[in-house]
């Protein structure tokens, strides 16, 4: 039997519906976090490479979450200002495929980067003899491009199979970009399978992640404390301390929005966790690092006064 063709050739994404009065306000304020969290990413890349003070693994490590946050907003916040702007957007199936498989693999490889961070941090409190052998070059590398590889792999497979399913019927999602559940609740075809996959596939970069920090931080916070003095103490949380502010954020509304049962919400409360890990969290994870961090602000200041 031939298969039939997709009949459904564009989605209208309503966003946040008619907002009246709060129409300016909200796109203003989307607008400037976009604005602020570009400049924040920006900055902590070009300070981390041209600068021999953060010529570290952690620092590294760091510019490609930047990286990541960077390509994530720029994925879903520009539609999301022509949405608020015009009270909605009509996108063309493929572009929706497209922008559901930048996100989730941005995504993805945030959860895998916030890992090798946490592994990072791991070795140099619990092993700090071997940590510099251990974290070389190559090491490295190997664990930044294969976050990236494995996560673009995952979401691209995926997003394949989604482009083969067809759409039949309403074409209008109740969001303000195309994710995974709103496109499948608009398929007439059987998407059962194509779920079991896409939580096959996608458990290993979010869920065993998480469990990987937890027990990352379990060894650090054991070894923390078994330092004598205050001080050193003090000295050894403040490493790991932004770190865990941005994985707290992260992955409470990660786990808020994916993980907690969505009966009985209203669909207003799950676009407002969307906005807090799409918008907010790669909004403030350049704020934590850069406030929160003494080498990068000391190295910010000396780029500024050299200027």
């Known amino acids: 039997m031939k298969r039939n063709h997709t009949l459904v050739i564009e989605f209208f994404l309503i966003g946040f519906g008619d907002l009246h009065v709060l129409q300016a306000p909200l796109f203003l304020l989307c607008?400037?976090?976009?604005?602020?969290?570009?400049?924040?990413?920006?900055?902590?890349?070009?300070?981390?490479?041209?600068?021999?003070?953060?010529?570290?693994?952690?620092y590294f490590f760091?510019?490609?979450?930047?990286?990541?946050?960077?390509?994530?907003?720029?994925?879903?916040?520009?539609?999301?200002?022509?949405?608020?702007?015009?009270?909605?957007?009509?996108?063309?199936?493929?572009?929706?495929?497209?922008?559901?498989?930048?996100?989730?693999?941005?995504?993805?490889?945030?959860?895998?980067?916030?890992?090798?961070?946490?592994?990072?941090?791991?070795?140099?409190i619990c092993h700090p003899l071997t940590y510099i052998?251990?974290?070389?070059?190559?090491?490295?590398?190997?664990?930044?491009?294969?976050?990236?590889?494995?996560?673009?792999?995952?979401?691209?497979?995926?997003?394949?199979?989604?482009s083969r399913l067809d759409f039949c019927g309403e074409n209008i999602i109740d969001h303000f970009f195309c994710d995974f559940v709103p496109i499948l609740q608009l398929s007439c075809s059987?998407?059962?399978?194509?779920?079991?996959?896409?939580?096959?596939?996608?458990?290993?970069?979010?869920?065993?992640?998480?469990?990987?920090?937890?027990v990352s931080y379990v060894c650090i916070s054991t070894i923390i404390m078994k330092i004598p003095t205050v001080t050193g103490r003090q000295k050894a949380f403040s490493t790991c301390s932004s770190h865990?502010?941005?994985?707290?954020?992260?992955?409470?509304?990660?786990?808020?929005?994916?993980?907690?049962?969505?009966?009985?919400?209203a669909v207003i409360t799950l676009k407002v966790l969307s906005l807090m890990y799409t918008v907010v969290t790669p909004f403030l994870n350049p704020l934590i690092y850069t406030l929160r961090n003494q080498e990068i602000k000391m190295t910010f200041v000396k780029m500024a006064c050299s200027k």
Do not use: K
Request: glycine share 4%.
């Open 31 to 58: 607008l400037l976090v976009y604005v602020l969290c570009l400049i924040g990413n920006i900055m902590i890349i070009v300070l981390v490479s041209s600068s021999h003070l953060l010529d570290s693994p952690m």
């Open 62 to 124: 760091l510019c490609h979450l930047s990286l990541c946050d960077m390509l994530l907003t720029a994925d879903i916040v520009p539609n999301l200002l022509h949405i608020i702007l015009r009270n909605g957007r009509t996108m063309s199936f493929p572009e929706c495929i497209a922008q559901f498989q930048l996100f989730g693999a941005s995504t993805g490889t945030e959860c895998l980067l916030l890992t090798v961070m946490s592994y990072d941090r791991y070795l140099a």
């Open 133 to 162: 052998p251990i974290m070389g070059i190559r090491l490295r590398n190997n664990l930044v491009f294969g976050s990236w590889g494995l996560s673009f792999s995952i979401t691209l497979i995926i997003a394949i199979l989604m």
């Open 190 to 214: 059987d998407t059962q399978i194509l779920r079991t996959i896409d939580l096959l596939l996608t458990a290993p970069v979010t869920l065993l992640p998480f469990m990987a920090i937890i």
């Open 244 to 265: 865990l502010s941005v994985v707290s954020i992260f992955y409470t509304s990660l786990i808020a929005m994916y993980l907690v049962p969505a009966s009985g919400r």
